[in-house]
């Protein structure tokens, strides 16, 4: 007769482990975000699907100081995309993610010209960015000269000072979840030429397996699946942001003061 402790055990063993595994994100959440130690070591999975549903969950309780957390959801998803590509590229930059009411998506700035920065006020130590995504057929689009001009220059004279921005954007990223969009951009693209913005196409083809799009506001949908690769340069991008929290709530309460920053 099998001893009752050894059937509990087999039991929950046979319940517990299909669990940990079908949610393995969410129990990996803790350690990312409380045990920084772990992380290295924990994070060795092979990830075969993430559901938008269990990404926005893993990263919904991060206490980063950025507005990188308001970003995180199925409309804002693919900006967040390529916010990390972004950083990922400038590893030795700080780079700080505006609130909603910028001209601009997100700045950097080299940390030694920091308080060069901050003396001189010398906007030539700063690149802006503005982030653009193209769903649907490409070849129907046609923003991308009325961007190019609305990004070439400041915006100084604004209502409520929404949309301030205190001088050109510095590169317009227009980014697709398509190769074929991809390339057709890349031909419309090769038309324009301009320093200030420089007009970047970038290709997400590889950051989902699946995607299902929400039939009012654009963004991603309950359905869409992230490949293992989105899911590391989303990690990757919290522990770069949250590397940096100080620097980050002195530029948010500089810039809440100043939206104009660094002129003024």
């Known amino acids: 007769m099998l001893n009752p402790v ?23 959440s803790f350690f990312y975000f409380h045990k920084p130690k772990l992380v290295g070591y924990f994070f060795k999975h092979s990830y075969t699907t993430i559901t938008i549903s269990e990404l926005v969950t ?9 507005h990188v957390t308001k970003l995180m959801n199925y409309q ?14 400038n590893p030795k930059e700080y780079y700080h993610i505006s609130d ?19 003396t001189e006020k010398d906007i030539n130590l700063i690149t802006f960015y503005e982030n653009k995504i193209v769903f649907g057929d490409a070849l129907k689009y046609s923003k991308i000269p009325s961007y190019l001009k609305k990004y070439s220059s400041a ?18 990223e227009f980014g697709t979840f398509s190769t074929k969009n991809y390339q057709i951009l890349q031909e419309k693209a090769n038309l324009f030429s301009h ?16 995607i299902v799009l929400h039939p009012k506001h654009g963004g991603f949908a309950d359905g869409t699946i992230i490949t293992d690769l989105a899911f590391e340069e989303l990690k990757w991008l919290y522990y770069s942001l949250g590397s940096n929290d100080e620097m980050c709530l002195y530029m948010n309460y500089v810039l809440e003061n100043n939206p104009f920053f660094p002129l003024f």
């Open 76 to 89: 804002n998803l693919p900006e967040l995309f390529q916010h990390a590509r972004t950083v990922a590229k």
């Open 195 to 210: 320093n200030k913005p420089s007009l970047i196409i970038e290709n997400y083809s590889d950051i989902c397996t699946k």
């Open 6 to 28: 050894i059937f509990i055990f087999i039991i929950y063993y046979l319940i517990f482990i299909p669990h940990l595994f079908c949610h393995i994100h969410f129990y990996e």
């Open 155 to 172: 915006n100084l004279e604004c209502e409520a000072n929404l949309g301030a921005r205190p001088g050109p954007v510095n590169k317009l």
């Open 58 to 66: 893993h990263f919904r309780y991060s206490p980063v100081k950025s």
């Open 100 to 118: 909603s009411g910028q001209g601009y998506d997100a700045f950097s700035f080299n940390k030694n010209n920091f308080q060069t920065l901050i």
